[in-house]
């Protein structure tokens, strides 16, 4: 009976919490339960949903990622840089070239991490520290240490403020990875090599898997997702941030947590992590309507990551 209730806990993830914290919100902060603030949580948690589903692909084998706020903040400067490099604000070249290098840079990082820590087999603390102080030095260096302002009117109108029939664009890429990144993991071999590697990487090497490869290609994913959070936010701030996703690195472990990816690798699933991505995006929506500091919120936030890990290894000895 004991061991049922346990797997009961794993599926369900802080679901319970999650109902908990929805209502005491609603009973004691005026302004939660509006269409306004919903529609502000939203999308809050498209930005931190899209960057946990990289972050819980590298804990699926065995690893982890911190420099995932940093390589935000990277991609947002090398993207703001190449939209600002040309005449036209309109310009859609621009705008599609800007993004790209964005992306690239930050799948670049992803793959470094990833050949590092797979190749050359250093352990992931060590090489996400370093990769994470040069990428925000890179960012602060090559944007001066201030915003850059200047970005196309497209970039802005489509992915910053954009709608369709009501619903903010970002939301709506939300969704579609989620589905694509769902059905890669449950409909094809890369989950179950992903799910392989972090049970056991021995036995998944025995049994034919590249392990190398897939760890590769999970820190690789998860630099490109970074990337990706840091377009959107970018689009959303109208600048590029030096500074830009500095809390998400914690946010996006405690989501994935407690979505109920196992830490150590081999559990984990794309509808955890976004609901994960929801309770922590609430969590922080509910403190800023009740006006609690930023020092104490990072203090709260803290102490979730800590009791989602104390409660995952509770859970699953």
């Known amino acids: 009976m004991q061991k049922v209730g346990e797997k009961l806990i794993r599926r369900s993830g802080f679901l319970p919490l999650l109902v908990l914290l929805l209502l005491i919100s609603g009973s004691f902060i005026p302004n ?20 946990t589903i990289g972050e819980m692909l590298v804990f699926l084998v065995g690893g982890f990622d911190l420099a995932i706020g940093a390589v935000v903040a990277l991609t ?15 310009s859609l070249v621009l705008t599609v070239l800007g993004i790209l290098g964005g992306l690239a840079v930050a799948t670049l990082v992803g793959l470094v991490n990833g050949l590092t820590v797979a190749v050359i087999r250093v352990a992931p603390f060590i090489v996400t520290v370093a990769t994470m102080g040069i990428s925000s030095g890179l960012a602060l260096h090559l944007a001066g240490g201030t915003p850059v ?14 709608s369709f029939y009501g619903v903010p664009n970002v939301v709506l890429i939300a969704v579609i990875v989620s589905i694509i990144m769902y059905l890669l993991l449950n409909m094809t071999y890369l989950g179950r090599y992903l799910w392989a590697i972090g049970g056991n990487e021995n036995s998944a090497l ?8 897939y760890t590769v290609l999970a820190y690789t994913l998860c630099g490109f997702f970074s990337g990706f959070t840091g377009v959107l936010l970018t689009a959303r701030v109208g600048a590029g941030e030096p500074v830009l996703g500095g809390g998400l690195m914690l946010q996006a472990m405690a989501a994935a947590v407690i979505g109920g990816t196992k830490v150590g690798g081999g559990e984990g699933n794309i509808p955890g992590a976004l609901l994960g991505a929801l ?24 102490c979730l990551l800590m009791f989602a890990i104390i409660s995952d290894r509770y859970v699953r000895r």
Do not use: C, D
């Open 32 to 51: 939660f339960f509006t269409f306004q603030n919903g529609m502000n949580v939203l999308r809050q948690t498209t930005y931190l949903a899209i960057i």
């Open 149 to 162: 302002w200047g970005l196309t009117k497209p970039f802005i109108a489509i992915f910053g403020t954009g």
């Open 76 to 90: 947002s400067i090398v993207a703001a840089l190449v939209m600002t490099s040309g005449i036209s604000e309109s």
């Open 279 to 302: 309770f922590i995006t609430l969590v922080g929506n509910a403190m800023n309507l009740a006006n609690i500091g930023s020092y104490i919120q990072l203090i709260v936030m803290g």
């Open 206 to 213: 025995l049994s034919g898997i590249n392990t190398r490869k």
